[in-house]
């Protein structure tokens, strides 16, 4: 299995084979620099743990500086964990300190895409479930985006039931996406062009794998 990091930059359209123009978003990924190679027999599961990005020395704890010393000011560190050593594959004759670009995908192939969606705050069921609301006429006067019962007259005993689709906090979870096709790659910009729309905002942090 092939894998990356990358960040959100932007959507844009691009031309296809046949000349038809395409959605496409803009990641610019990599390169990661491995940080670590667990073993089953040493840590209990095989992974590759990867760090991309940069950011202030002064933001890192003694504890990541010791872990990463001499490979870089990392913003993200993030896990591979292998599944039949797919992973472990990928990475065959590398060490502590390679770098892996985008080299390693083509253009026309297919992958998954993991990235956290958009936070949107406290919303009300209409927004956020996608509730009908109340009625609009006689004599309903508030009751429009209420949510109505919240079934306290259930075999519940008057509380409220698991798993009830109520008001909260929406958006801003991890969200991933399979069969997305790779549209275009540039290795001297480090970007990837993938066909249709990634979750989360510009900036956001993009799983790429493969």
Not at 7 to 24: A, E, H, L, Y
Not at 122 to 129: D, E, S
Not at 202 to 208: A, D, F, H, K, S
């Amino acid at each position: 299995m092939k894998f990356i990091l990358g960040i959100k930059k932007n959507m844009t359209q691009v031309f296809d084979d046949k000349g038809n123009v395409r959605p496409v978003t803009i990641v610019e990924a990599g390169p990661i620099v491995i940080t670590q190679i667990k073993t089953k027999a040493v840590d209990g599961y095989d992974a590759v743990q990867v760090g991309y990005g940069t950011k202030k020395e002064k933001n890192i704890s003694k504890a990541v500086k010791g872990h990463v010393k001499g490979l870089g000011n990392f913003r993200y560190i993030q896990e591979f964990r292998a599944y039949d050593d797919k992973e472990i594959k990928a990475v065959a004759g590398m060490k502590v300190g390679d770098k892996i670009d985008l080299s390693a995908f083509k253009e026309g192939e297919t992958i998954t895409v993991s990235s956290i969606s958009k936070g949107k705050g406290f919303q009300g069921v209409v927004k956020r479930h996608g509730f009908k609301g109340g009625p609009r006429s006689h004599g309903q006067k508030h009751s429009e985006r209420e949510p109505g019962s919240i079934s306290g007259g259930t075999r519940e005993g008057g509380r409220v039931p698991k798993m009830m689709r109520m008001a909260g906090r929406m958006g801003q979870d991890t969200t991933t996406i399979s069969g997305l096709k790779v549209m275009q790659i540039d290795t001297t910009t480090n970007e990837i062009a993938v066909l249709g729309a990634i979750a989360g905002r510009r900036g956001t942090l993009v799983e790429i794998t493969g």
